[in-house]
């Protein structure tokens, strides 16, 4: 076994998790997937925690969206209400064996599917802000996600584990450092009563006053690096134009526009997808309002590979989701929908906070 994939393991259950004897932990991923799995698996039993596991299938899940009847498709089940409500750690590991297996299933059934379970979505990330459920999700390299990286396997493998820096003797020192770090960029932008986005093709304003910014340090999402808030739900007004393609329930939305006035999508397109995106935004009232505003600060991942766990963490970046606001921020928008689109500032891009420049070109202006 590669030794990072131990590593990893570790991490997940140590650092991020922060596993304790006696606790619930549900662990979903792919079958190509079970080496980080097992050592997962080997790890939270020695914490004294309850691991088991749920398998994630490609196959089974296209069978589903493509042929299920409308009842069956918003059909919950009582387990997977008192998984949500009762499970005390949920490992994710975000990987397919075919990036695209939802390609061609139609997005009206995707969105009466998603929507259906606004309310599980819901209850995880209330349960999550207030600390009552820990999660994670991470990646396995797969040929899938390295063929939409164009890169081979082991390219892939060896970015994977470096933008985790888990060719670290101690991974865990460097995300404690950036933690710190990344603490004080918080502190710092939480007196922002207004942030202006400006670009060649976007122009954008928003207002957080009151709403808290979050420092993401590898305890949800591994890579992580960003920092995070909630614009304020009927602030925004203007226009931004994403960078790269928006990748989400099996398709990529490419060039795509946004236009919003008093804190809501008033207008869209897209050259490719424009139909997946309507239906995607029209999903529920909560779908067209803005849930998350985001600089990316992972400067290991320097390249955009369709992959969003990668990609939202791009060091010179920022994105904004459609959608369900993180309560944690103080963020009040309720949606089944959370859509991170990501548009590039390295070129000429700048972030003012109340009138003035603090972020220039992907970089801050002031060294924290």
Same mark, same amino acid.
């Given at each position: 076994m590669d030794p990072r994939i131990e590593k990893l393991a570790d991490v997940m259950v140590n650092y991020s998790l922060e596993l304790?004897? +006696?606790?619930?932990?549900?662990? *979903? !991923?792919? $079958?190509?997937?079970?080496? &980080?799995?097992?050592?997962?698996?080997?790890?939270?039993? %020695?914490?004294g925690a309850h691991p088991y596991y749920h398998a994630m299938v490609d196959d089974i899940e296209e069978i589903f969206m493509k042929y299920g009847s409308d009842e069956q498709l918003t059909f919950i089940s %009582?387990? *997977?209400?008192?998984?949500?409500?009762?499970?005390?750690?949920? /490992?994710?590991? @975000?990987?397919?064996?075919?990036?695209?297996?939802l390609s061609n299933v139609d997005p009206d059934r995707q969105a009466l599917a998603q929507g259906a379970r606004k309310d599980l979505f819901t209850k995880f990330m209330e349960r999550s802000a207030n600390g009552d459920l820990k999660w994670v999700g991470t990646m396995y390299p797969t040929i899938s996600a390295a063929q939409d990286a164009?890169?081979?396997?082991? #390219?892939? #493998?060896?970015?994977?584990?470096?933008? +985790?820096? &888990?060719?670290?003797? %101690?991974?865990?020192? /460097?995300?404690?450092?950036?933690?710190?770090? *990344?603490?004080? *960029?918080?502190?710092?932008?939480? +007196? /922002?009563?207004?942030?202006?986005?400006?670009?060649?093709?976007?122009? &954008?304003? =928003?207002?957080? #006053? +009151?709403?808290?910014?979050? $420092?993401?340090d590898g305890k949800y999402n591994f890579p992580d690096g960003e920092i995070f808030t909630t614009p304020i739900e009927d602030s925004a007004n203007g226009h931004i134009v994403y960078t790269y393609p928006a990748c989400y329930g099996g398709r990529e939305v490419a060039n795509v526009r946004l236009e919003f006035k008093e804190g809501k999508l008033v207008d869209f397109?897209?050259?490719?997808?424009? %139909?997946?995106?309507?239906?995607?935004? $029209? @999903?529920? #009232? !909560?779908?067209?309002? &803005? !849930?998350? /505003?985001?600089?990316?600060?992972?400067?290991?991942?320097?390249?955009?590979?369709?992959?969003? =766990?990668?990609?939202e963490k791009i060091g010179g970046t920022i994105h904004l989701a459609l959608g369900a606001a993180p309560p944690e921020t103080g963020g009040t928008n309720k949606s089944a929908l959370h859509w991170d689109m990501i548009c590039d500032l390295k070129d000429g891009g700048e972030l003012y906070g109340d009138g003035e420049v603090f972020y220039k070109d992907g970089k801050f202006m002031k060294e924290f």
């Open positions: 304790k004897q +006696g606790q619930w932990v549900k662990v *979903q !991923g792919i $079958n190509t997937a079970m080496p &980080l799995i097992k050592a997962f698996f080997k790890k939270a039993l %020695d914490a %009582d387990i *997977q209400k008192i998984e949500t409500e009762k499970v005390d750690a949920m /490992f994710a590991i @975000m990987a397919r064996d075919n990036s695209k297996y164009d890169m081979s396997l082991s #390219e892939y #493998e060896d970015f994977v584990y470096e933008a +985790g820096h &888990l060719n670290d003797d %101690d991974p865990v020192v /460097f995300w404690k450092s950036m933690s710190k770090t *990344q603490d004080k *960029q918080a502190e710092y932008h939480q +007196g /922002f009563r207004e942030i202006h986005v400006k670009s060649k093709d976007t122009d &954008l304003k =928003l207002k957080v #006053e +009151g709403r808290k910014w979050v $420092n993401c397109s897209a050259d490719k997808n424009q %139909d997946y995106l309507e239906k995607m935004v $029209n @999903m529920d #009232e !909560g779908a067209r309002i &803005l !849930g998350e /505003f985001a600089i990316g600060t992972n400067y290991n991942i320097d390249k955009f590979t369709k992959n969003i =766990l990668f990609d």
